[in-house]
């Protein structure tokens, strides 16, 4: 069945949301750590493409955060609602 906006308060849908965020971040960093124990280069591309990655993600989720900021919560609760459907974290 479908998730609805209404199952969770958008301060739930807010946290999930960061959660959902910090999760991401933590399977990207470990992911690069896993690269690096199967001896990749510290120096090569592709861990310099992957930090490089990190480094976008977190600073995209700081700024929706600072977006956030501008919102009521129900609308930012939506929004993040709307966001984890559309990236197929929620069904």
């Given at each position: 069945m479908?998730?609805?906006?209404?199952?969770?308060?958008?301060e739930e849908?807010?946290?999930?949301?960061?959660?959902?965020?910090?999760?991401?971040?933590?399977t990207?960093?470990?992911?690069?750590?896993?690269?690096?124990?199967?001896?990749?280069?510290?120096?090569?591309?592709?861990?310099?493409?992957?930090?490089?990655?990190?480094?976008?993600?977190?600073?995209?989720w700081?700024?929706?955060m600072?977006?956030?900021?501008?919102?009521d919560?129900?609308t930012?609760?939506?929004?993040?609602?709307?966001?984890?459907?559309?990236?197929?974290v929620?069904?």
């Amino acid at each position: 069945m479908a998730s609805k906006f209404s199952w969770y308060t958008p301060e739930e849908w807010i946290d999930m949301w960061i959660s959902d965020k910090k999760c991401m971040t933590a399977t990207m960093i470990q992911n690069m750590a896993d690269d690096l124990g199967a001896g990749y280069d510290i120096g090569g591309d592709c861990i310099k493409r992957q930090r490089a990655e990190i480094e976008a993600y977190e600073a995209d989720w700081q700024k929706k955060m600072m977006d956030f900021a501008a919102m009521d919560e129900k609308t930012a609760g939506r929004w993040c609602f709307y966001d984890m459907k559309k990236r197929g974290v929620i069904e």
